[in-house]
């Protein structure tokens, strides 16, 4: 079996990956606040739900808003994030995206990678095959 080509994209900004992130966190909030407000002081308004709400989702985009891009590359034999070596495990996949997790291998951090393969700076066909083949 042949491996994929080398192939070098971007990853990791992606303003669809911000907005489902931010989301979730204000979703979660809204509902911890919800059910907090009903158990301890039954009767009171909803607004703390959409306060916090609010106050998370505000948190997570100015967090999200400031993570740098990576650099992604695969040389034919194994994944550099950043130019470090890492084991890539492809989580998620869709028709023009792909959301894998990066290990880098020295020590042990895990990173979420959001890839947009119309907008990664490869072919789609090549990072589509490097990230299904190796990752």
């Known amino acids: 079996m042949r491996c994929a080509p080398p192939v070098q994209m971007t990853c990791g900004r992606d303003g ?3 907005l489902a992130v931010v989301l979730v966190h204000a979703l979660s909030a809204a509902s911890l606040a919800g059910w907090l407000a009903a158990h301890l002081a039954p ?10 709400a609010l106050a998370a ?3 997570v985009w100015r967090h999200q808003r400031d993570m740098p891009a ?3 590359a ?12 890492v084991q890539l495990s492809l989580m998620m996949a869709g028709p023009s995206w792909a959301l894998a997790r990066a290990r880098v291998t020295a020590r042990g951090v895990v990173t979420w990678l959001p890839v947009r393969l119309s907008r990664c700076g490869a072919p789609p066909h090549l990072a589509r095959a490097a990230l299904h083949a190796h990752g």
């Open 57 to 59: 989702a505000a948190l």
């Open 16 to 18: 669809g990956w911000m």
């Open 70 to 72: 990576h650099s992604l």
């Open 43 to 52: 009767g009171t308004s909803p607004g703390w739900a959409a306060m916090s």
């Open 74 to 85: 695969w040389d034919g034999r194994e994944w550099l994030l950043d130019g470090h070596p």
